[in-house]
T-cell receptor, first 109, second 113 residues
């Protein structure tokens, strides 16, 4: 099956710093989503981005499908950005997401 | 529009028992998927239901089963619980056609003792 790798596995930032999270995948994908898992376990949708670039406030994402990677940018980080960020992809089979292992982000004051 | 809801939110069971978890999708969504999250294995796909039919299944033993009702609500059942079944169980729903963006519920945290 498809492999999804995320880097870095852990990231510690000071409030106000910028960061880039990466997601590499081993095969062509139909869909790609970025999620933020809050401390209570809920997965919050950040982006649905099988290709191209999207922006939402301080967050933006870019997927280069031909090169099989996606990037999530967080600018001016805040403590509320802390948590685990997951990339998930879907190949051929609708509604079956394969998740990466996540990037654990801690934003300190 | 209300989000995906899951009940119960927390559950403690004993080895050998069985458990049923419930998921109500976003109104209008007909696809419901279930995922298991553990520290060791991460987030793994269990199965997906669409129009009351299981459309996809992950690599889990037959003790894990599910069903979907005509109103798109879904249940999953785990029989003969094992300690390793302790996990966060997440349900997601999506629209029938593209985009196939999935929206997740808050999860049910199951502890097996």
């Amino acid at each position: 099956g498809i492999q999804v790798e995320q880097s870095p596995p852990d990231l510690i930032l000071q409030e106000g710093a910028n960061s880039t999270l990466r997601c590499n995948f081993s095969d062509s994908v139909n869909n790609l989503q970025w999620f933020h898992q809050n401390p209570w376990g809920q997965l919050i949708n950040l982006f649905y981005i099988p290709s191209g670039t999207k922006q939402n406030g301080r967050l933006s994402a870019t997927t280069v499908a031909t090169e099989r990677y996606s990037l999530l940018y967080i600018s001016s980080s805040q403590t509320t950005d802390s948590g685990v960020y997951f990339c998930a992809v879907e190949t051929g089979t609708a509604s079956k997401l394969t998740f990466g292992t996540g990037t654990r982000l801690q934003v300190t004051l | 529009k209300a989000g995906v809801t899951q009940t119960p939110r927390y559950l403690i069971k004993t080895r050998g028992q069985q458990v049923t978890l419930s998921c109500s999708p976003i109104s209008g969504h007909r696809s419901v998927s279930w995922y298991q999250q553990t520290p060791g294995q991460g987030l793994q796909f269990l199965f997906e239901y669409f129009s009351e039919t299981q459309r996809n299944k992950g690599n889990f033993p037959g003790r894990f089963s599910g069903r979907q009702f005509s109103n798109s609500r879904s249940e999953m059942n785990v029989s003969t619980l094992e300690l390793g079944d302790s996990a966060l169980y997440l349900c997601a729903s999506s629209w029938t056609g593209p985009p196939y963006e999935q929206y997740f519920g808050p999860g049910t945290r199951l502890t097996v003792t």
